[in-house]
């Protein structure tokens, strides 16, 4: 990965704030940079006294919403072509695609917010939403509310164990492969339940 923690350790430490928000924006976005990296790093650096807490901590928290914002965006305008595109290798179809729209209407509230609490889910999970066409208002609330538990939890991490803060976010990096294959494994799961099912009935 391009943005491994020695390539986020040199931008962060050469640009700060910069950094921290670039970094932040493009992983809310789709790109895959590891929060679980830039996040505990930037509150070692607040605990070292290079950066402000407040400052550092409010900076990734509003780069992160805004680079959700903009992943929704994406998701909302080109959403459709690119999940059904996508969808067809794994079955899905337009009644598929109905039937997940149905469902993040519904479910919306819980997907926006938890997804932003799960490593390597983060990522794609504003495209999704804006793909699905989840209430624009519902998802600044609940991925807000999720992405602040998210930030003040590693940020927290990296400000009190400074000293250990590399092998926290090395163990959560690894783990993160598994947790998102997981959830996007029971997210497909649902929106083709009914085909499984008849598979199921077939045999």
Do not use: H
């Not at 919403?65 to 996508?86: E, H, N, P, T």
């Amino acid at each position: 990965m391009f943005f491994g923690l020695q390539e986020i350790s040199t931008l962060v430490a050469q640009y700060g704030y910069l950094a921290i928000f670039l970094l932040m924006f493009g992983e809310s976005v789709i790109l895959p940079i590891p929060s679980e990296v830039v996040l505990p790093l930037a509150g070692v650096l607040a605990a070292a006294g290079e950066l402000n807490v407040f400052l550092s901590f409010g900076d990734a928290v509003v780069a992160s919403i805004a680079g959700s914002l903009v992943g929704y965006a994406i998701g909302f305008v080109f959403g459709i072509d690119v999940i059904l595109a996508f969808g067809k290798k794994l079955g899905l179809r337009m009644k598929e695609y109905q039937n997940g729209i149905v469902w993040i209407k519904r479910y919306g509230d819980y997907f926006a917010f938890v997804t932003k609490l799960l490593p390597a889910v983060r990522s794609i999970a504003s495209v999704v939403c804006g793909a699905f066409k989840m209430s624009i208002k519902k998802f600044t609330i609940y991925a807000t509310a999720g992405i602040l538990i998210w930030s003040a939890f590693l940020f927290s991490l990296g400000y009190y164990f400074s000293k250990n803060w590399a092998a926290v976010s090395n163990a959560i990096q690894a783990s993160a492969v598994y947790i998102g294959a997981v959830f996007a494994a029971f997210f497909i799961i649902y929106i083709l339940r009914k085909r499984i099912a008849k598979l199921f009935r077939k045999k």
